[in-house]
């Protein structure tokens, strides 16, 4: 069974409907190029919303994963195994962190974090037990668990999810103030994405972030910084607060720590912050393991040269001035950092799903978010001849619609 239109068939029968994927049925990737049932190539400016920043494939990541797949794979915490210092000191390191704690997806990272804030609202600021908030904002993406849609915004990811879980106060993202009104002594932490992904590559104003710092400094509250979309190089510097020169007290990691093969998130903070945490207070079986671990050695590695930063950086500056030049032929606007834009497109064109269907026929990935945006992250590893590839078919796609 090998043809797409049965494939997809057999898909929407048989699976639940959670997602509505475009009509393309990968069977092969190589950095930043992806094949199909039928041998048609696509360029993936996806990238698995940033999961795949260092390309489907890569080799060195491959050979890590090959070589510890033919060791141990799977140990449980149970047991120490050889691979699992190795990760929570280098990760801790790169993000200039004493203490990690490894978990599998995203969103089991951000209750991590979540729950580490509660705990250490107890514990050591002393907030009376069951009144722990936390602010977070307008538009959010944390995830998907009955506690994270709880405080999101978006109707089809929360509506019809209750009862929901208390403790969390919605501000409005990019206001520092709004963040400042809403913490009172309950308050343990406030949780934001430095750039927010799914709400269409939001960047807060300038300054937002250092003001959230200050605020959490003060008002001695946890700054969690969700940089599960926006960390590891994505947005030319290792985390998206880089660029701002913030350090949160916790860093939420997901998504590419995990290169594009195994699921790896983690929660890295300082000792005075995830020391609150004993034994059974918190686990997962497959956290940490030694594929894992030996994956994201290999992806702190590699993020440590700063190489795929700088790639970022560079790429993303062609991305956005070539995105830029579109503004009035079919583009309204485009956000960003680093190789990552949100570009919205002339809603009367059509949806932002129709014109990923358009960009499809034209061999470019791309996904939609909320209406009309688009949003496009390549892998790294795309040369700059694909990059201005993919913004070329991306111009044919609006011509298309134009005409
Ligand atoms: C993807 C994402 C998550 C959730 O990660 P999963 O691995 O899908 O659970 C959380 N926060 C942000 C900012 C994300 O982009």
Request: proline share 4%; aromatic share 6%; glycine share 12%.
């Amino acid at each position: 069974m090998s043809d797409a239109t049965e494939l997809i068939e057999l898909s929407e029968r048989r699976s639940a409907h959670n997602y509505h994927p475009l009509p393309v049925v990968i069977r092969e990737g190589s950095g930043a190029w992806v094949t199909d049932v039928a041998g048609r190539r696509y360029l993936d400016c996806l990238a698995g919303y940033s999961a795949l920043n260092f390309g489907h494939g890569n080799e060195r990541i491959l050979r890590a994963a090959r070589e510890q797949l033919s060791r141990v794979t799977l140990t449980s915490r149970a047991f120490h195994h050889d691979r699992f210092a190795e990760f929570c000191a280098r990760l801790g390191d790169l993000a200039g962190k004493e203490m990690v704690l490894p978990m599998n997806t995203g969103a089991e990272a951000v209750e991590t974090a979540i729950k580490v804030a509660r705990r250490w609202g107890y514990d050591v600021k002393g907030v009376p037990e069951g009144q722990a908030t936390i602010v977070v904002a307008e538009g959010n993406f944390h995830g998907r668990t009955t506690t994270i849609v709880s405080f999101s915004t978006d109707p089809d990811a929360r509506g019809g999810f209750g009862p929901y879980t208390p403790g969390f106060r919605v501000v409005p993202y990019g206001s520092a103030e709004a963040i400042a009104e809403a913490i009172d002594d309950t308050t343990v932490a406030v949780l934001i994405e430095p750039i927010q992904g799914e709400a269409g590559v939001i960047v807060p104003p300038d300054g937002y972030l250092r003001a959230v710092r200050e605020i959490c400094t003060e008002r001695r509250v946890l700054f969690a910084a969700d940089e599960i979309q926006s960390g590891l190089a994505r947005t030319g510097a290792t985390f998206a607060c880089d660029h701002e020169g913030v350090v949160p007290d916790m860093y939420i990691l997901g998504k590419a720590l995990g290169g594009g093969v195994v699921p790896v998130s983690a929660v890295v903070a300082d000792a005075d912050v995830l020391g609150v945490l004993g034994p059974g207070q918190h686990g997962s079986t497959f956290g940490g393991n030694p594929l894992a671990c030996a994956v994201g050695i290999e992806v702190v590695v590699m993020l440590a040269t700063g190489e795929y930063q700088a790639a970022a950086r560079r790429l993303g500056k062609i991305l956005h001035d070539r995105l830029r030049a579109l503004i009035g032929r079919g583009v309204v606007a485009v956000r960003g950092r680093g190789l990552w834009a949100g570009v919205d497109i002339d809603p009367a064109l059509g949806t932002g799903r129709r014109f990923c269907e358009v960009l499809l026929e034209h061999g470019v990935l791309a996904k939609d978010t909320h209406g009309s945006t688009v949003r496009l992250a390549p892998p790294l590893v795309i040369s700059e001849d694909d990059l201005l590839l993919a913004v070329d078919r991306f111009a044919a796609a609006l011509r298309d619609l134009r005409s």
